[in-house]
């Protein structure tokens, strides 16, 4: 079965940084792109981050590029997002979610994502 | 990257059908097939619903079909049940992102 637990969320003030987590179970993590997306409260979902299996392809969010960094660690079969310089409108439930074997262009798995609050 | 339009909310009575477009541009909706949709029951993960436009994941009613015109994509529910209130978000591949549909509650009657 697979399984994404995101941790790492929490309350920062605007210009400050959090590293999330997501720890994966269940599948051939080495062998998966994977992606970060957010939610702000009452909001629609937004992709944020991905990240190629090697790690040697990433994409952001135009919004989040050059403040948040997607990497992953296959020994530890864990996917991150460190993001610096946060401001207010980072506000969201961030999921950490995994391509599907079907097309690979959609999220199949999603963890039950993590509370990140910005707020000074 | 702008939001792909859906509309805020539609309806429908139990058996009924109801249709929820997700309007997009040359760029994204018209450019390519990927396009998929997803379901959002409150305090819950999404879940995948659709993928490639019209293709439905293992598990997924069959009551659940996609289709795809120019730049606007369409989720069409038949024979509604209680447990498709929920809210519904089309997604597009964009050359390496993805941009998400504004939402779609969709409500039972």
């Known amino acids: 079965e697979v399984q994404l637990v995101e941790s790492g969320g929490g309350l920062v003030q605007p210009g400050g940084s959090l590293r999330l987590s997501c720890a994966a179970s269940?599948?051939?993590?080495?062998?998966?792109?994977m992606s970060w997306l957010r939610q702000a409260p009452g909001k629609g979902l937004e992709w944020v981050a991905n990240?190629?299996?090697?790690?040697?392809?990433?994409h952001y969010l135009d919004s989040v590029e050059g403040r948040f960094t997607i990497s992953n660690d296959n020994a530890k079969n864990s996917v991150y997002l460190q993001m610096s310089s946060l401001r207010v409108d980072d506000t969201a439930v961030y999921y950490c979610?995994?391509?599907?074997?079907?097309?690979?262009?959609?999220?199949?798995?999603w963890g039950q994502g993590t509370l990140v609050t910005v707020s000074s | 990257q702008s939001a792909l339009t859906q509309p805020r909310s539609v309806s429908g009575s139990p058996g009924q059908s109801v249709t929820i477009s997700c309007t997009g541009t040359?760029?994204?909706?018209?450019?390519?097939?990927?396009v998929s949709w997803y379901q959002q029951h409150p305090g819950k993960a999404p879940k995948l619903m659709m993928y490639?436009?019209?293709k439905r994941p293992s598990g997924v009613p069959d009551r659940f079909s996609g289709s795809k015109s120019g730049n606007t994509a369409s989720l069409t529910i038949s024979w509604l049940q209680a447990e498709d209130d929920a809210d519904y978000f089309c997604?597009?591949?964009?050359?390496?992102?993805?941009?998400f549909g504004s939402g779609t509650k969709v409500t039972v009657l």
């Open positions: 997604c597009s591949y964009v050359a390496t992102k993805y941009v």
């Open positions: 040359s760029s994204d909706v018209g450019g390519y097939n990927f």
């Open positions: 269940g599948f051939t993590f080495s062998s998966c792109w």
């Open positions: 490639d436009v019209s």
């Open positions: 979610a995994k391509y599907s074997a079907y097309s690979g262009f959609d999220f199949e798995y």
């Open positions: 990240i190629k299996p090697d790690g040697s392809d990433t």
